[in-house]
């Protein structure tokens, strides 16, 4: 894994206004976040701002290497959202609830199956973030 600069990490977690890029958890609810390469380094993806994101441990953990997932409507292999080049709030929104991520396009639904960032736990976590007033966040 690449060195990230602590200038270049800070960078990072301002733009992304401290929550995960894909599901838009905030870093002060979870506290431990990541830095992700959008296209991994193991497919040449570079170490810079232009291909950084800031991720939660768990969109981290299951986007990992991958680039594609399957969109559950069409059930075709399509590109994960990329927060470098696309608009989060023209590909996910949130259920009545404020507790489940819905992908709006092909590329929204593949990450949030690919991204699992709907399993049980995280769900159950966002209702009591709901119930605080924590979230859901305001879409960027």
């Known amino acids: 894994m690449a060195y990230i ?17 894909y599901c838009q ?19 040449a993806g570079l170490t810079n701002g232009d291909n950084l994101c800031l991720a939660c441990v768990g969109c981290n953990q299951y986007k990992g290497d991958h680039q594609t997932g399957i969109d559950p409507q069409t059930n075709t292999t399509v590109p994960l959202f990329n927060p470098r080049l696309q608009s989060w709030a023209e590909h996910f929104t949130w259920d009545t609830t404020g507790t489940l991520l819905i992908g709006l396009t ?18 159950q976590a966002r209702e009591r973030w709901v119930k ?3 979230h859901p966040p305001i879409s960027k």
């Open 25 to 43: 958890t905030p870093q002060n609810i979870v506290i431990d976040m990541q830095i992700d390469h959008v296209i991994p380094e193991s497919a």
């Open 132 to 134: 605080a007033g924590w």
């Open 5 to 21: 600069s602590t200038a270049l990490r800070e960078q990072v977690i301002t733009r992304a206004k401290g929550r995960c890029e």
């Open 106 to 123: 092909d590329s929204g639904r593949a990450t949030v199956e690919r991204l699992k960032t709907n399993r049980l736990i995280v769900v």
